[in-house]
């Protein structure tokens, strides 16, 4: 079983792919579930511990707007335990949140630096029933070449 980043990092129909695959998804529904069912997290709408703005920092410079360095704070973490990835471009907002675009695109550069690109699955979101059929079978059979 592998860590599989997966953008966008909300994305329950690729969550629900790498699993069905036996691996591990990378998502950050798990990182805010942490974070609202662990005790010490002021209660809502904060949901944050002093060290989350400090984590945010390390991926993104104080210059930057807090949001991109909030959702930093989830992301950059899911980015550094990933061993493979998958990303799909031109996903419509309800394949996954956009969330905001600079934070977006500091995401995929950060796993793309990391990770070397025969682990890095991009692919182009489906538009017709022939494509979707392709885009799963796309990941699925690159899912299995990282199964033991």
Same mark, same amino acid.
Request: with cysteine.
């Given at each position: 079983m592998v860590k599989v980043f997966i953008y966008p990092t909300n994305s329950f129909i690729l969550s629900d792919l790498v699993m069905r695959a036996g691996h591990e998804p990378l998502v950050v529904m798990n990182q805010v579930r942490e974070k609202v069912t662990t005790l010490g997290v002021d209660s809502p709408p904060m949901n944050i511990t002093p060290e989350d703005p400090k984590t945010g920092l390390k991926y993104a410079a104080i210059e930057v707007p807090a949001g991109v360095r909030g959702r930093m704070a989830l992301n950059g973490p899911l980015t550094e335990q990933a061993e493979i990835a998958i990303?799909?471009?031109? !996903?419509? !907002?309800? $394949?996954?949140? /956009?969330?905001?675009? *600079?934070?977006?695109? #500091?995401?995929? $550069? =950060?796993? *793309?630096? *990391? =990770?070397?690109? /025969?682990? +890095?699955?991009? +692919?182009? %979101?489906? &538009? /017709?029933? &022939?494509? +979707?059929? &392709? $885009?799963? %079978?796309? +990941? #699925?059979? $690159? #899912?299995?070449?990282?199964?033991?």
């Open positions: 990303i799909v471009e031109g !996903a419509p !907002a309800d $394949f996954g949140c /956009s969330g905001c675009n *600079r934070t977006n695109e #500091l995401t995929k $550069f =950060l796993v *793309r630096d *990391r =990770l070397d690109r /025969s682990k +890095i699955l991009e +692919i182009k %979101y489906p &538009e /017709s029933d &022939e494509q +979707i059929h &392709e $885009f799963v %079978y796309k +990941i #699925l059979d $690159f #899912l299995n070449t990282f199964n033991d």
